[in-house]
């Protein structure tokens, strides 16, 4: 038995203990036991040719074989050489935290966990929406998790949820690994699932959308925002101003796009999220979240639910980069959208309208064309809850 102090966490809070997988051998597993009453140790693994997964608190063991591995962790011949696994000292209480390590390596893979598939169900009636120039409004969320992270679902049953809430697209973003990505195009379930990546730290979290590979979250957060650019994806700040996950980074180039709604802004009259968004920079592209992991403890998937306004669901993310984006409640809330110079209010009589410069005027009917201008636009009530949000 070991034990980590609090005086190891500050001076430097992941740590990589080295062991050696032999030639020919089929599998590695590795067990963490810890009282987890005390605290928090976080795991993951790097191998000789890189990154092998992680699956932080979640999880107190994993298994990786050439043809699958534990869910957060990528599959693939275990290369003989020094491997680490890396352990993150997220909470040490001042008394320390005794932990204990065992690790196997064997040289025939056990057989891989059956897991069942969900039963697929209908998806409710798409809102009627115009298209705009060919373009369409599709609806989805950009923040959700599995069982590859800290999620309780499989990623069929994820789906499942999300096209049964009458989502067109879902991006499943897992914390600090891509082991995920592979299986998303094979889902299918009549929605669109994004290929993405949370990079999670204690002082901030980011998405990362796209097929970029991992992105190391060990790095500052200049290299993630430099990592998306070079292959082509796009990052997020997420919830800013998520209680002990707000962002606090430095970082020199800001992000353009920013998770200004998530499940976690529980009082929508508080308006910080939206003055958070004005100071970070004076064009940026609000998206939504539910940063779902489970029934019960988040938003579902589609609370808030982002529309982007795109070709088809292949090109949410070019729509977004375009600042195509309006964020509303749920995916039948009250909807505000930009159709040109005009807005159209959606099933929202009754609320109020507030523009940019913080003219208000109310909305009288479900089916409302409004004059926009340049800035955001938001739906309020009379109390100034925030009930729809359009770019």
Known sequence: MSRWSLDDRLERILREVPFEVPAGAAAVTVKLAYDRSQGVIDLGC????????????????????????????????????????????????????????????????????????????????????????????????FHAHTVHSDGSLTIAELAELAHGRGLDFLAVTDHNTVSHHPHLAKIGRDIT??????????????????????????????????????????????????????????????????????????????????????AWRDDVIAIGGSDFHRSGSDGLPGSPTTWVLAEDTSAVLDGVRAGRTAVSTDPDGPLLVRLGDELLALDADGLVLVRPDGERQVVRGTRVLLRAGAGRHRLETYENEVIALCE
């Open 193 to 278: 699932l994004i290929p993405g990546q949370e990079v999670t730290t204690d002082r901030g979290h980011a998405n990362v959308f796209g097929e970029v590979g991992w992105v190391d979250f060990r790095r500052p957060a200049d290299s993630w925002a430099e990592h998306a650019e070079r292959a082509g994806g796009l990052i997020s700040i997420n919830h800013p101003l998520g209680g002990d996950c707000a962002w606090l980074l430095p970082i020199s180039r800001r992000p353009r796009v920013a998770e200004v709604w998530s499940s976690g802004w529980w009082d929508r009259r508080w308006g910080a999220p939206l003055a958070w968004a004005d």
């Open 46 to 141: 790097g191998a000789p040719d890189g990154f092998r997964g992680w699956s932080g608190g979640a999880r107190d063991e994993y298994t990786i074989t050439a043809d699958w591995a534990t869910p957060g962790y990528l599959p693939g011949e275990p290369e003989s050489g020094t491997w680490h696994v890396w352990l993150r000292l997220h909470r040490i209480p001042p008394q320390g935290l005794d932990y204990t390590l065992e690790i196997t390596t064997e040289t025939v893979a056990p057989p891989e966990p059956v897991v069942a598939e969900p039963p697929h169900g209908e998806r409710p009636p798409r809102r009627d929406l115009p298209d705009v120039d060919g373009l369409r409004w599709f609806a989805g969320d």
